[in-house]
């Protein structure tokens, strides 16, 4: 497994903006699809290319690169990852979708699934789990571990945060999946909540309590 923070300096900014508590839910989401513009970038640069021919603007053969793979799956977690969605799709328009929902218990912090709905030919595809925060790790290792299940092989994490305990879950569970987090924070507090964090994320999308 390896982990990609991305180091940009507007990356750092944004991540800023959604720390304060003072940033509405609009201009949360608006910067929540910015930074996924962002992570898509990152975690698709290393897309296998091929060379294929193709008439140029001046009627004559060209050798031109294209994307080898089929178009991907991206996968947002219910219910925060809806909030990544379109700031992916804006960089691969064509990529499929694949919703998959899952709760925390916050008593046991376990994850508990209440939806899967995979895209058709999932297991042919690259996989990109989308959901803001990698806090304890276990939704995102159950999420792998259902994917795995159905056949899939290629998976990627982009997340906003991560804690270094839900790295470590997920480094442990599945070593052959690539993280990508915007920014790696301090750790988890007793309710499992990263620090500093930015509060509850799909909360702060959807303008809920």
């Known amino acids: 497994m390896a982990v990609y923070p991305v180091t940009h300096p507007l990356i750092r900014h944004k991540v800023t903006m959604l720390r304060d508590p003072a940033t509405n839910s609009k201009d949360f989401r608006a910067i929540v699809t910015e930074l996924s513009t962002f992570l898509a970038y990152e975690a698709t640069k290393d897309l296998p290319l ?11 053969p060209i050798e031109v690169q294209i994307v080898k793979e089929k178009d991907p799956s991206i996968v947002p977690v219910f219910r925060a990852g809806i909030g990544m969605q379109e700031g992916f799709l804006t960089v691969i328009p064509t990529a499929r979708i694949s919703y998959i929902g899952y ?21 042919e595809r690259r996989n990109y789990i989308l959901d803001p925060m990698l806090a304890t790790g276990g939704t995102t290792s159950a999420v792998c571990t259902l994917l795995k299940e159905a056949g899939v092989k290629d998976i990627k994490v982009l997340c906003i945060l991560a804690a270094p305990e839900g790295i470590r879950r997920v480094a442990e569970d599945h070593p052959d ?6 920014v790696i924070d301090s750790h988890l507090n007793e309710q499992g909540y990263i620090i500093p964090g930015l509060g509850d994320a799909g909360d702060r999308l959807f303008g809920t309590r």
């Open 177 to 182: 999946v690539d993280i990508i987090p915007a």
């Open 103 to 123: 709760y925390r218990d916050e008593t046991t912090l376990q994850p508990k699934k209440y939806y899967a709905k995979l895209a058709e030919d999932v297991q």
């Open 50 to 60: 091929t060379t294929t021919t193709m008439t140029g603007w001046q009627g004559t």
